[in-house]
């Protein structure tokens, strides 16, 4: 039976009763797949055991305040419901990335850096001396100067091209990604909740890209009996169903979608927890959960060798350490020779942050 375990709740000193409130909302809102009765009556009952509240100010007041600024809405179909706006999908993504990437916002707009040196546009801490056709915004006058006072001393000072050093760039590599989710039933089995990191995580990565990586692309895949694809809103509300495992349908599907990007650079993100388990043999099924089948793992093998031909490398992000699952994402990644990182839930965003800011490969 899956249950949850809280601890005591310390607001920051400095948030107004609001903003105590919404970061503890926003987080049960993940929880509940983007149910705010559910994540209402949670908080309600958090509030009964550590008075969360006060007379001046208690849940009523705080769910009045959701709808004047613009956070939620009133839900035509539902009488005495709401339903999340926009901006609220949005505070979303904010939240996930600043738990997640909280180095991020401290550190200067990133990019994907190639190990191509030349005319690039990310700065390195590296110079070398000027030729012809350098950029003059890239000159280091430091250096510069301090070459041509060695050069020519001080009675003589001038400064020649053969003095001229420029700061050494890379080339940014454009990227384009597709990140797998498998939401599959065992992503909630055991009484862990797998599947809340997951899309946390997806939705940290989404708002990084379109904020900080503006020339890169990211689409998002679920991947159960069969794969589709999502929007980055609708992650909030992503849940888990009766599922097996259909890893060669997410493959097939993020090929699909990688073949109409015009990046140089793609790849595939894979979270999941387990093995595959099924594929589909025309309009039918094939299903099976013990073990290893052999016609499941060739059909995916197959697909792993499929996109090393293309350069898509895989990078899959295993959040179970069963011998026998370690052995097949061995066999997987080695076929595709791509990544494998066996992950804790609260470790996955910080793996599949230095994985996406380590991808510095070379364009075609």
Aim: hydrophobic share 35%.
């Amino acid at each position: 039976m899956l249950t949850w375990s809280y601890s005591q709740f310390t607001p920051d000193p400095d948030d107004s009763p609001f903003d105590r409130l919404f970061k503890l909302f926003k987080e049960l809102l993940l929880h509940s797949s983007g149910n705010i009765a559910e994540a209402m009556a949670w908080m309600t009952e958090l509030d009964k055991k550590y008075d969360l509240t006060n007379a001046d100010y208690g849940i009523s007041d705080f769910i009045k305040d959701l709808k004047d600024k613009g956070y939620i809405k009133e839900n035509q179909s539902k009488i005495d419901s709401a339903m999340p706006t926009s901006k609220l999908e949005i505070a979303l993504r904010k939240q996930a990335l600043s738990d997640i990437f909280d180095d991020l916002q401290k550190s200067k707009r990133g990019k994907h850096n190639t190990k191509i040196i030349g005319q690039g546009d990310e700065i390195t801490e590296e110079s070398r001396g000027y030729e012809y056709g350098d950029n003059l915004d890239k000159l280091s006058m430091t250096e510069s100067l301090k070459n041509a006072q060695i050069n020519h001393g001080i009675e003589d000072f001038r400064l020649t091209q053969q003095d001229l050093e420029v700061k050494e760039t890379f080339y940014q590599a454009q990227t384009s990604t597709v990140l797998m989710i498998d939401i599959s039933h065992s992503m909630i089995l055991y009484g862990e909740d797998r599947i809340t990191p997951a899309k946390k995580v997806a939705m940290a990565l989404a708002e990084l890209i379109t904020t900080q990586y503006q020339k890169d692309t990211l689409d998002i895949i679920v991947f159960g009996n069969d794969a589709w694809q999502i929007q980055i809103k609708d992650l909030p509300y992503l849940q888990v169903g009766p599922y097996h495992t259909n890893t060669v349908a997410g493959l097939e599907l993020a090929m699909d979608i990688l073949r109409k990007r015009k990046n140089p650079n793609k790849q595939i993100m894979m979270i999941t927890d387990g093995k595959p388990t099924c594929i589909k043999k025309g309009k039918k099924y094939y299903k099976n959960a013990y073990g290893l089948d052999r016609q499941i793992l060739s059909r995916t093998l197959g697909l792993a060798v499929k996109c090393r031909k293309l350069n898509i490398p895989i990078t899959t992000f295993m959040i179970a350490r069963d011998p026998y699952l370690v052995n097949f994402v061995d066999q997987f990644t080695k076929a595709n020779n791509g990544k494998a990182f066996y992950s804790s839930l609260s470790g996955l965003g910080e793996f599949i942050f230095m994985d996406y800011k380590a991808n510095k490969r070379k364009r075609k």
